[in-house]
């Protein structure tokens, strides 16, 4: 043996380089892999104040470990994006109880909602909140969307997008002008009464092909005129029936009144 | 009879209040007795008076030719105004020029054709409202409004007329000769009584019957679930409860009669709580995943708006609500049956395949299901 092979064998060399290949595998794994969603991965402190905020406004209803009570569902495992979609868009906390929580503005700061998020999440896995480019709209194809929202949406939101009525109160909302991110949570999660659309059964580029849908009809031009609402033959038959019927009878009024 | 009634005076109150009885009078027998020879009978004292017509109004234009004249160039601009409807139209459809194909711009492109279409709509309305408006005010102002009586003509024909008439259809009876000749009555009606044959044999030729095309889908063992409009097979993994994924036979695409093989295809895929099923829907089911016919049983429309915290599933036609826990049984609404469940598994790779067809036909009840 030569004195350098000897020298390369030491178990000192062995370990250095083991830690070397290691040290350079996690950099580059760092480098590589998908940051985390949002900015700045919430730390204990983010974690702490959401539980102040929780104890605060949520455990009253949700428990105070979230563990859930007879009207309001166990928190564990719904994860970060299911709390900003219910806080972020003013439907939680919850003003009066009722069949569903109506869309409202948002009763705290998008960094508290960030902190309660993050301590929601922290008590299980959940779905995360979307990063900004996961719902830009523009990177979806509409036509696409389109197809897809007419079989997975368009039964209760309505092919406009313009919502509808459920069974008991409950309703389709409206998602014209909903705020895109909110939009993506809202399949991501299944709140309420609307099923789960998980990255599994629609893929996240299926989501932004719906959210591109959403934002055209939300900027498209109405080539008809007078859209009376989107909402197909109600609002169209009920004008026809009401304005209509009384030009007629007006007309035949005119028609049959003497000349002064 | 009509007579014109003299406008400027009460003069036509004459007429109008002399006893002329238009309908006899109904005797307290509820008889109505009607004179043979027209009128005779005397009106009877409980009978109210005939209060006749008011008196005849002159309008302005009758007594102002500058009004008259008003009115006559209003009449005349309705008529320019439609004309200039008329022309509008053609200018919008004309000037208003949009590309054949659809083109990039989407926007622009609905922003032309809703002005074009807003321009030959209201020029269509100006060019009728503007005949018909002018026409009604002409009639109004400027022609004769007097008033005129004309009364109703007795709707009965005398005795000696109806008499005519019973002599005329025997007489025709006995010349035609139709009793005494049974050969040609005899002919005549077996002719008649063959004749619609003909139509029966054109319309049982309408089309093929529908044989088992009502009671059969594309579902057959073993055909996975593919999920509709973006296509890939559905793993069992891929749901979590509370999912709800649209799903078709894969190869469905491929099938001559794509369409209607897809109108009866249509399958919702959803995840409940295992625990929340009953026994008879967990048969069908594959850890809590279970496959349902979207068409409704009781008109056909698609059940597809699923409520996954009530797991109720509702149809928008007619508000048929389904449960899904519990063998999709009807719980509100007109539909008589539960919608037939698809019995699924998985295969080897664990994606999710069916374990049959339906054991049933799918959608509203037809003459032949029984």
Redesign the interface.
Same mark, same amino acid.
């Given at each position: 043996m030569t004195a350098p092979t000897a020298r390369r064998r030491r178990p000192l060399a062995r370990a250095a380089l083991l830690l070397t290949g290691l040290l350079v595998t996690g950099a580059a794994y760092t480098a590589v892999a998908p940051g985390a969603s949002s900015a700045t991965a919430p730390g204990a402190k983010d974690i702490a104040a959401g539980h102040d905020l929780f104890l605060a406004n949520c455990a009253t209803c949700h428990g105070v470990h979230a563990e859930g009570r007879a009207n309001a569902p166990s928190l564990i495992g719904v994860g970060a994006a299911a709390v900003d979609f219910q806080v972020g868009t003013g439907r939680m906390p919850m003003q009066a109880s009722g069949p569903q929580a109506p869309r409202g503005t948002a009763q705290f700061s998008q960094a508290q909602i960030d902190q309660l998020a993050a301590y929601v999440a922290s008590l299980s896995p959940g779905p995360d909140v979307p990063s900004a480019t996961a719902v830009d709209p523009g990177t979806g194809d509409p036509a696409r969307g389109a197809?897809?929202f007419? @079989?997975?949406c368009a039964?209760?939101h309505n092919v406009s997008g313009k919502g =509808?009525a459920?069974?008991r109160g409950?309703y %389709?909302p409206n998602l014209t002008d909903v705020n895109p991110r909110h939009a993506y949570e809202a399949m991501l999660t299944?709140p309420? &009464?609307? /099923?789960?659309?998980?990255d599994?059964?629609?893929?996240p580029q299926?989501k932004r092909d719906v959210l591109a849908y959403l934002d055209?009809i939300g900027?498209?031009? &109405?080539? =008809?005129?007078f859209s009376l609402g989107g909402l197909g033959p109600v609002s169209e038959g009920l004008l026809a029936w009401t304005l209509g019927l009384a030009l007629l009878v007006s007309a035949a009024v005119?028609?049959g %009144?003497? %000349? &002064? | 009879m009509s007579e014109r009634i003299r406008p400027g005076g009460g003069s036509g109150n004459d007429q109008a209040s002399s006893p002329v009885p238009d309908h006899p009078p109904v005797p307290a027998t509820g008889r109505a007795v009607v004179p043979a020879t027209g009128r005779t009978v005397e009106p009877s004292a409980d009978r109210f008076e005939n209060p006749g017509l008011p008196p005849h109004?002159e309008?302005?234009?009758d007594t102002d030719p500058r009004a008259a004249r008003r009115a006559e160039r209003q009449v005349s601009g309705l008529f320019t105004l439609s004309a200039l409807g008329t022309l509008t139209a053609v200018a919008g459809y004309v000037a208003v020029r949009f590309p054949d194909a659809v083109p990039q711009n989407?926007?622009a492109y609905? %922003?032309s054709?809703?002005l074009s @279409?807003?321009i030959i709509?209201l020029g269509v309305a100006a060019a009728l409202l503007g005949l018909g408006v002018g026409a009604?005010h002409w009639a109004?102002?400027l022609m004769p409004?007097t008033e005129r009586v004309e009364s109703r003509h007795p709707m009965r024909g005398t005795d000696a007329e109806r008499a005519d008439a019973v002599d005329i259809l025997a007489e025709g009876a006995a010349e035609s000769g139709i009793g005494r000749r049974p050969l040609i009555r005899n002919s005549l009606l077996g002719a008649a009584a063959i004749l619609p044959v003909p139509a029966l044999v054109l319309l049982g030729d309408l089309g093929p019957l529908p044989q088992e095309n009502l009671r059969t889908t594309f579902w057959r063992a073993g055909l996975r679930l593919v999920?509709?409009?973006?296509g890939g097979a559905?793993?069992a993994?891929?749901?979590?409860?509370?999912?709800?994924?649209?799903v078709m036979p894969e190869g469905i695409d491929e099938t001559t009669d794509v369409l209607e093989e897809r109108a009866k295809a249509a399958v919702l895929l959803?995840r409940l709580d295992p625990a929340q099923l009953t026994d008879a829907t967990a048969d069908d089911a594959y850890q809590g995943i279970v496959a349902v016919s979207k068409i409704c049983t009781h008109m056909g429309c698609?059940v597809?708006?699923?409520?996954?915290?009530?797991h109720?599933l509702?149809c /928008?036609c007619h508000?048929s609500?389904f449960d899904a826990a519990d063998n999709f049984a009807v719980i509100?609404g007109p539909a008589k049956r539960p919608l037939p469940r698809l019995p699924i598994t998985v295969d080897d790779e664990g994606y999710l395949i069916a374990r049959n067809g339906f054991d049933q036909p799918v959608g509203p009840s037809f003459w032949e299901r029984g």
């Open positions: 197809l897809i007419r @079989t997975n039964m209760c =509808g459920l069974t409950k %389709a299944g309420e &009464s609307m /099923p789960v659309f998980n599994q059964t629609l893929d299926s055209s900027n498209s031009p &109405s080539p =008809g005129g005119w028609v %009144a003497k %000349a &002064s | 109004q309008r302005t234009t989407m926007d609905l %922003a054709v809703g @279409t807003r709509g009604v109004k102002t409004d999920r509709d409009p973006e559905v793993k993994s891929d749901l979590t409860i509370g999912s709800a994924v649209h959803l698609p597809a708006l699923y409520e996954q915290r009530t109720h509702l /928008p508000q609500t509100f």
